[in-house]
């Protein structure tokens, strides 16, 4: 199995710009997540779906994030208008719903906004 | 509200050395606790999941166990390597989809 697809690996970008991240779950899992990871907060989990609706959106720290699933082997992740203190790793991780809840985490997107 | 601590914070051994990771959670409702390895850089990957109704699992040289009824976890690595330097994460899952991370432990083994 490919495990959990991200890109890009690293964003760089200025303030005010929009960006969007993607990510690609395991195939058959129909629950995904979305985490970012400072030094400072560690691991703090911002969506997640359930076959590919969003259940729980209260980690999201601002209007300015956004997320969306429109089908099993796809989610994005977008930030309008980014901030430099939305420099982080943004991870996202799926599993199996229903069974076990073992998460398979993605290699990341390392986003720097200048 | 669940809590995951870790302890210690960072960890620095010589190779060769038998050593003992601490998690501890502070509700004992928990469907499953899973261990991870995160390399600088990288993303999570894991190490061992164990179930509610089981006491440990084994894989290679790692060895996790739960104690539910005193919220805690051990992860414990025989005859350690360089290669096992990195930061280990314990995670419980209460249900509902959410798990619930603590800070991790930087192991660092001296060659």
């Known amino acids: 199995d490919a495990g959990v697809i991200q890109s890009p690996r690293h964003e760089v970008t200025e303030m005010g710009q929009e960006v969007t991240l993607r990510c690609k779950p395991i195939s058959g899992h129909n629950s995904l997540f979305w985490y970012r990871q400072t030094m400072m907060r560690g691991l703090e989990l911002l969506i997640y779906f359930n076959n590919n609706v969003p259940i729980d959106d209260s980690g999201m720290p601002e209007d300015r994030f956004s997320a969306k699933m429109p089908n099993a082997s796809f989610s994005t992740l977008k930030i309008q208008p980014s901030e430099p203190r939305d420099s982080a790793v943004y991870f996202c991780?799926?599993?199996?719903?229903?069974?076990?809840?073992?998460?398979?985490f993605g290699e990341g997107s390392r986003l720097t906004v200048l | 509200k669940q809590e995951v601590t870790q302890i210690p914070a960072a960890l620095s051994v010589p190779e060769g050395e038998n050593l003992v990771l601490n998690c501890s959670f502070t509700?004992?409702?928990?469907?499953?606790l899973q261990w991870f390895r995160q390399d600088p850089g990288k993303g999570l990957t894991s190490l061992l999941l164990i179930q509610s109704s089981q006491r440990e699992q084994t894989s290679g040289r790692l060895n996790a166990s739960l104690d539910k009824s005193s919220g805690r976890s051990t992860l414990y690595i025989a005859a350690s390597q360089p290669g096992d330097s990195a930061t280990y994460l314990c995670a419980v899952y209460p249900g509902g989809f959410k798990t619930i991370f603590g800070a991790g432990t930087r192991l660092f083994v001296k060659a």
């Open positions: 991780a799926s599993s199996s719903a229903g069974s076990t809840g073992e998460l398979f």
């Open positions: 509700d004992s409702a928990i469907y499953n």
